[in-house]
């Protein structure tokens, strides 16, 4: 028998916590609340078959091809093949271990919000998970690409404390732009500035590669690479896919499309390589060189730029 929180209408239904079908998240999101909790008994059975799914056919792929350090990370975890996680317990795993936890939310999350909140070592951790019959292709994140795909890496704590710095960026940027009087250029700079946050964000947390132990080989550190089954395998063995040492003035320059395997991804040496090149970030942004980046994706939103300048 599964129970309704205290907080729900009494006329809800639950439905489970399907992507893009959870009345919860419905109801939150019409409620404007974007941090919620985990109504972990919402969970259907489907729910987590997906989940079961979804973790015994990555495993031995991540064997093959996640960097050491998710694989550390995911073992430190404890997360159990056959549920969907509970964000509290992966959290008392976490915790100790760099100060970060999974914080619940409905839905996008603007820019700045978002980053603000990796500076405080929290990450917005989305509960669905995707329908069971489409395990493959999925536009929006779900729970399996956040805690499976994300969480493991926040265990490491280089690479937590480049979070932390990327965090950093965001404050930076929304100082700048918001020592600008004119508004239409005001917003031309924090688009430019966003795009190319975005797109670093894009070609290292959420699709980067890494040299391996040995020097000699990559494995995979990117987020959207690691909860994905066909373009974990893609990205390391195919030949469509050009792989080039990351450069800065490269990557904050390159459009990208979300709905296809990526052709052109970005190796770092280390993670303490990955946190120097947040550090020149910032230093490009504060020189102004992120002020007029080439055009084209990621598209900025108005919620975007609205997060930022809502601070002043
Ligand atoms: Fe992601």
Redesign the pocket.
């Known amino acids: 028998m599964k129970t309704v929180p205290s907080n729900v209408a009494p006329d809800f239904v639950p439905s489970g916590l399907t992507t893009t079908q959870a009345p919860f998240i419905e109801e939150a999101q019409a409620k404007g609340e974007l941090y919620i909790y985990q109504p972990y008994e919402l969970y259907s059975d489907a729910n987590h078959e997906a989940w079961r799914q979804l973790y015994a056919r990555m495993a031995p792929r991540w064997q093959q091809y996640a960097n050491e350090h998710f694989m550390k990370g995911i073992g430190s975890l404890c997360l159990n093949p056959e549920r969907v996680p509970k964000l509290e317990e992966v959290n008392q795993f976490l915790c100790p271990l760099t100060g970060f936890s999974a914080k619940p939310v409905s839905g996008y999350v603007p820019a700045y919000l978002f980053f603000d909140c990796l500076r405080n070592r929290e990450f917005p951790t989305t509960i669905t998970i995707r329908d069971a019959a489409k395990l493959d292709y999925l536009p929006e ?1 779900d729970i399996f ?2 805690i499976a ?2 969480v493991p890496m926040h265990t490491d704590k280089a690479f937590a404390d480049t979070l932390v710095r990327f965090g950093d960026c965001a404050h930076t940027a929304a100082e700048i732009v918001l020592g600008i009087k004119d508004r239409d250029e005001q917003v031309r700079r924090l688009t430019s500035i966003i795009k190319a946050m975005a797109r670093f964000f894009w070609f290292t ?2 699709f980067g590669l890494m040299k391996d132990s040995a020097g000699k080989g990559l494995k995979v550190y990117g ?2 690479l690691l ?1 994905s089954y066909g373009e974990i395998a893609h990205c390391i063995e195919s030949p469509d896919v050009q792989r080039y040492p990351i450069q800065l003035e490269w990557v904050i320059n390159q459009y990208f499309e979300i709905d296809h395997y990526q052709p052109l991804l970005f190796v770092v040496d280390s993670f303490d390589h990955l946190f120097s090149l947040v550090d020149e970030l910032e230093k490009w942004m504060l020189d102004g060189r992120l002020n007029n980046v080439s055009p084209g994706e990621p598209g900025v939103s108005e919620a975007d730029l609205e997060s930022f300048l809502a601070r002043g």
């Open positions: 994140p690409h956040d795909g994300h947390i959420e987020s959207g909860s």
